[in-house]
């Protein structure tokens, strides 16, 4: 049985053609960010609902085509995008392509799913969000 607060399991990927980039048509130019730029990439400034593909993350998408095994951190999966096809299709795409993506609450990678389910596992958290935790557990949980 699965643990309450999380877990892990194994998966298979389906047979299926590997998902190529996104075609200029998907594309814009976002402004670059003054404040956070990334190494190779560039952090941008743009809406994220839109649809389209910044310059930014078209980049972590290259990495992932050209890097298997690629591991992609986030804070959370709507770092990716707000807009849900957009987030399902870079989630297809970096998975078809090898890479991980690991977040406070997931771990999505080849062959493996990840989850952390429950506010009652404090381990990793600053200490303000453990006791903010700690005082709503009686009850909340």
């Known amino acids: 049985m699965e643990s309450p607060a999380g877990g892990e399991d194994s998966y298979v990927l389906p047979e299926a053609p590997r998902p190529a980039l996104p075609g200029p048509e998907e594309m814009f130019q976002a402004q670059a960010s003054k404040t956070r730029p990334l190494g190779d990439g560039q952090s941008v400034v743009a809406s994220g609902t839109d649809p389209r593909f910044d310059q930014a993350l078209i980049h972590l998408l290259r990495q992932a085509e050209s890097r298997p095994g690629l591991v992609v951190p986030l804070s959370a999966l709507s770092r990716l995008s707000r ?52 005082m709503l557990k009686p009850d909340h949980f």
């Not at 993506?101 to 990793?124: C, E």
């Open 83 to 134: 807009n849900s096809a957009k987030q399902l299709h870079v989630l297809e795409f970096l998975l078809a392509h090898q890479a991980t993506i690991v977040t406070t609450n997931y771990l999505l990678g080849p062959g493996v799913v990840g989850v952390r389910r429950s506010m009652k596992q404090t381990r990793g958290l600053g200490p303000t969000h453990t006791r903010l935790l700690k």
